[in-house]
């Protein structure tokens, strides 16, 4: 808690996710081999790579949705792979988005947003309320507060579940694959809310192919294969003239 | 007992009383058994007073008694399979070694058995009423039954649920309370639906032990008039329209949760 009372100009120094020599196994398969990186505050980073590639993992393992076999990993000052480390004080600063949405369909829209803010941060309901309006109008979503995501289609499911993330305030955003398990004509609209949040300046680290949103939004693109980052750079130069032939055979594959 | 069948719900292979929501032969097979039942226990009485009205004079304690073991040990085998079907999937490990050995111990012992060693092993150590340790006994039967149930359950729930859950901020607790467990209730509804239906039926068993539910009280009649199958006939028709008429009650609320939100 200390390390949130540092000024400013000091804890922009500290890098928001700093990822050391992060290894993972799932038994025989490396998922993870040596894997380190930093992500600036407000940078936003597109992550791309074959199926396979470990690119979920790494996603996985900045908020110990995986716990890595060896490695380590910070979010500003605290360590998410410390021993003695509450995670969920972590998992509040990190939102994340997943491809199969995973709102909860018991409760409506508006619950949806309120449920963790009221039972983890203790936040009054007046407050959780009107911050799930706020949000779900940020989304474009006022007139669904109280649909339930049965009722919703994939885009707004998923713009939903980003408004869920958002209501916890947190300081970083993790997407794996948003779009992927959406229609086609429903990419855009949660492309243009993920759009917005990268312009306010949101941290935001992306697994997605969407070449459009890299080239608006993105700062940086790391290329994963077989569990090692093989190349990284601004979004032009990884997908114009990418160095590595490992990264040209792959853009070629999905462009 | 239970299997799970994707994420929409469980299959109960056995105990298939509950009409399924499109089956209308189903539904009319039901219509035909329930007011076909009900008809012979008007009708039979007008017929013939003399045993049947009689005999339906002399039940009602038993069907109360019925009620009071079914009612009370469905409470507390959902109590005893909510935190059975937990251990079940916990990661401490005694926990789940208990419930396991529990759930395997007594799904191996007849229900009959159960009663009677219940009955004579709690009274070596208490003296409790006969209605006690039969409300123990089925309890602790169907509370083995109820926890794979919640398990089954609880595992049908997808994994992305949980994980939504954490990355929140959510502690594991709290992730089962308030997004795991109000989905499994839904799902189980059914099968449990069915269980009680089964329990229902299983508590004629409790007459062992002479505890004077429905079953009993037809006996205690056809003792004293060795009129046995007409007793026998009531008693098989009052059990069958109370096996009907929840079997449908689960139907019903089964529609009611089927859908997430309040239709219409
Ligand atoms: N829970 C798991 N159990 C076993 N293997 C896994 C698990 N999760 C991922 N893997 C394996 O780890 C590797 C990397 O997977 P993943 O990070 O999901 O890749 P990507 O997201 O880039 O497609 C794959 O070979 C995958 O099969
Ligand atoms: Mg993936």
């Known amino acids: 808690m200390a390390a949130n009372q540092v000024p400013d100009t000091a804890a922009a120094a500290v890098p928001r996710i700093r990822v050391e020599d992060a290894h993972k196994r799932f038994g025989d398969v490396v998922a993870l081999r040596g894997v380190s990186l930093e992500v600036q505050a407000g940078e936003v980073v597109l992550v791309i790579g074959p199926s396979g590639s470990g690119k979920s993992t790494m996603l996985r393992s900045v908020n110990r949705l995986e716990t890595l076999t060896s490695g380590r990993i910070w979010v500003d000052r605290q360590e998410v792979t410390g021993r003695h480390t509450d995670i969920r004080l972590i998992r509040e600063e990190v939102g994340m988005v997943f491809q199969a949405f995973n709102l909860f369909p018991h409760l409506t829209a508006a619950q949806n947003l309120v449920l963790a803010p009221s039972i983890v941060k203790h936040e009054t309901k007046d407050r959780t309320q009107a911050r799930a309006e706020q949000l779900l109008a940020r989304v474009g979503l006022s007139d669904k507060a109280d649909a339930y995501p049965e009722q919703l289609s994939g885009g707004q499911q998923q713009r939903v579940a980003i408004a869920r993330a958002l209501a916890m305030s947190p300081k970083v955003m993790l997407f794996d694959e948003p779009t992927s398990a959406l229609d086609p004509e429903m990419i855009k609209e949660v492309l243009d809310v993920m759009l917005d949040l990268a312009k306010e300046g949101m941290t935001m680290m992306v697994v997605s192919h969407e070449m459009g949103f890299a080239r608006a939004a993105a700062d940086r693109v790391i290329f994963m294969d077989e569990g090692e980052i093989v190349e990284t750079g601004p979004p032009s130069q990884i997908f114009e003239s990418p160095t590595h032939e490992r990264t040209k055979r792959f853009l070629e594959h999905i462009l | ?264």
């Open chain 2, 1 to 264: 007992m239970a299997a799970v069948d994707g994420r929409r719900g469980i299959e109960v292979s056995d105990g298939a009383l509950i009409p399924a929501r499109d089956d209308k032969a189903g539904f009319s097979a039901w219509r035909i058994s329930f007011f076909g039942a009900i008809g012979l226990l008007i009708a039979l009485p007008l017929i013939s007073p003399k045993p049947f009205w009689d005999i339906l004079r002399f039940i009602p304690d038993g069907v109360l008694r019925t009620f009071q073991v079914t009612v009370f040990s469905i409470v507390f085998a959902l109590i005893i399979g909510l935190f059975t079907g937990l251990a079940r999937i916990s990661r401490i490990m005694v926990l789940n070694r208990i419930a396991t050995v529990y759930v395997e111990v007594v799904r191996g012992i007849p229900l009959l058995v159960q009663l009677y060693y219940i009955y004579y092993a709690l009274g070596n150590f208490v003296q409790v009423p006969r209605l006690t340790a039969a409300i123990i006994a089925m309890s602790i039967c169907y509370g083995a039954y109820l926890g794979e149930i919640f398990r089954a359950g609880i595992q049908a729930i997808p994994k992305g649920q949980m994980e939504a859950a954490l990355a929140l901020g959510m502690s594991r607790t709290q992730a089962l309370s308030r997004v795991i467990l109000p989905q499994t209730f839904r799902i189980i509804l059914p099968p449990v639906g069915n269980e009680f239906i089964a329990l229902l039926k299983d508590s004629s068993l409790v007459s062992i032990l002479a505890v004077a539910d429905l079953l009993r009280r037809g006996r205690e009649y056809a003792a004293r008039t060795f009129e046995y199958f007409e007793a026998y006939t009531i008693v098989a028709l009052v059990y069958l329209v109370l096996t009907l008429f929840f079997s449908k009650l689960v139907a019903i609320m089964e529609e009611r949760l089927g859908s997430h939100h309040r239709s219409g």
